[in-house]
């Protein structure tokens, strides 16, 4: 009986650590950068072009609209991605777009809220891409779940990053006619 106490107390514990960790830390925050040997104008295009999202946005399926115009401020779409076999939505609203230098967006999903930034510089023949990110977990499991999985998350927006300068620089297609 004695052991159960115990038992039952780091239990108790260990569950009260999980809580107050998502108290403590209820924010991941992150910055990203990759630098693409492509000019600027092309890069955002890339970036932009919803058929190439498959080719750097791991497990992107497609992006349906819900309202407004696509690609202008206040436009919102529910984006699909399949993670871990299931299929998962997030809805995507762009809060500010300056053609080839930045997109600002909210995504908001069951599990947690994101504001993300993506920016774009000209260097010379080259763009330095940069994300910016602050995701919040949506209730204290997931806050305290973020608090944890945290460098996870910034692991998979470098591997998108990096992805996205696979996909820019191996781009042949020519949007000089059909400007994003």
Known sequence: MKYLKYIFGILALLIIGFFLL???????????????????????????DEEKMADWLDGFQRIEQVSGTPGTVGAVSDVYFIN?????????????????KSIAMSFTSDFMNMDYKLA??????????????????????????????????KA????????????????TKNYSATEN
């Open 156 to 171: 998979q927006e470098d591997t998108n990053l990096a992805s996205l300068k696979k996909t820019i620089e191996n781009n």
């Open 22 to 48: 998502g108290l403590i830390k209820s924010e991941v925050t992150y910055q990203c950068e990759v630098t693409v040997d492509k000019p600027l104008d092309e890069a955002w295009a890339v970036s932009q």
């Open 84 to 100: 871990e076999g299931q299929e998962m939505v997030i809805r995507e609203t762009i809060k500010d777009i300056v053609p080839n």
């Open 120 to 153: 774009m510089e000209a260097l010379g023949g080259k763009t330095k891409i940069t994300s910016n990110t602050t995701a919040v977990g949506n209730g204290m499991v997931s806050k305290s779940i973020m608090a944890l999985v945290g460098s996870s998350i």
